[in-house]
């Protein structure tokens, strides 16, 4: 069983929109820190969204804040990202990722290695 299964990548036009979905199971999702991360070409992975689950706050990279908005539906064990005015610069393999919540973890953006279930990316390409 997979435990993150991630939809919604595909082609978008600059300026459009694109959700991209998060299917988790055989784990408790609702007590997980949850998180978007991104991968372009030649770079290395970069946070782009997360939600720490000990108080629900949400963190975005700087690139994406007010562009993009992260959720959770504990009910459906399902993380979203909203992606809005999407630029050609966001073209990335997009990752999910989700890690037992503890107050002793760092920064939920800047610690990839600290997850502990991965989906297998969905490929996100914004055309000029």
């Known amino acids: 069983e997979v435990p993150l299964v991630e939809s919604g990548g595909g082609l978008v036009q600059a300026g459009g929109s694109r959700r991209l979905s998060c299917a988790a199971s055989?784990?408790?999702?609702?007590?997980?820190?949850i998180g978007w991360f991104r991968q372009a070409p030649g770079k290395e992975r970069e946070g782009v969204s997360c939600?720490?689950?000990?108080?629900?706050?949400?963190y975005y990279a700087d690139s994406v804040k007010g562009r993009f908005t992260i959720s959770r539906d504990n009910a459906q064990d399902t993380m979203y990202l909203q992606m809005n005015s999407l630029k050609p610069e966001d073209t990335a393999v997009y990752y999910c990722?989700?890690?037992?919540?503890?107050?002793?973890?760092?920064?939920?953006?800047?610690?990839?290695?600290?997850?502990?279930?991965w989906g297998q990316g969905t490929q996100v390409t914004v055309s000029s």
């Open positions: 990722a989700a890690r037992g919540s503890s107050l002793l973890l760092g920064p939920c953006l800047s610690n990839p290695w600290e997850y502990d279930y």
């Open positions: 055989g784990f408790n999702f609702d007590a997980y820190d």
């Open positions: 939600i720490r689950h000990h108080d629900g706050s949400t």
